[in-house]
Nanobody, 122 residues
Framework: VQLQASGGGSVQAGGSLRLACKAP????????MGWFRQPPGKEREFVAT????????HYADSVKGRFTISRDDAKHTVYLQMNSLKPEDTAVYYC????????????????WGQGTQVTVSS
């Protein structure tokens, strides 16, 4: 199962980007989706997650109020709207999928996208 992530790029601090992650239809149904990131030289970290029904979303404290995760079930796609970007948001961003309830732990996810680079300059 392959998730296709897109939407990364280079922006200046304060700018916005929207990441998208498309999954196969049979994968997207009844799966919680998550976004993680790996900054240069650092470990992977949790960013945001959303339940399969979209009723609950959870964010890392570092992005709360700036990032919004959403899903479009008709398009089998999950989005990460990133506003007020900061240089410390620079990372490779990964989307992931898991069956059942959401998790903040990347080890709980079954499927991963290939990663998309986000670079924020000051």
């Amino acid at each position: 199962v392959q998730l296709q992530a897109s939407g990364g790029g280079s922006v200046q601090a304060g700018g916005s980007l929207r990441l998208a992650c498309k999954a196969p239809a049979r994968t997207f149904e009844r799966t919680s989706m998550g976004w993680f990131r790996q900054p240069p030289g650092k470990e992977r970290e949790f960013v945001a997650t959303i339940t399969w029904a979209g009723e609950i979303a959870h964010y890392a404290d570092s992005v709360k109020g700036r990032f919004t995760i959403s899903r479009d079930d008709a398009k089998h796609t999950v989005y990460l709207q990133m506003n007020s970007l900061k240089p410390e948001d620079t990372a490779v961003y990964y989307c992931a999928a898991k069956g059942g309830w959401y998790s903040l732990n990347g080890d709980d996810y079954d499927y991963w996208g290939q990663g998309t680079q986000v670079t924020v300059s000051s």
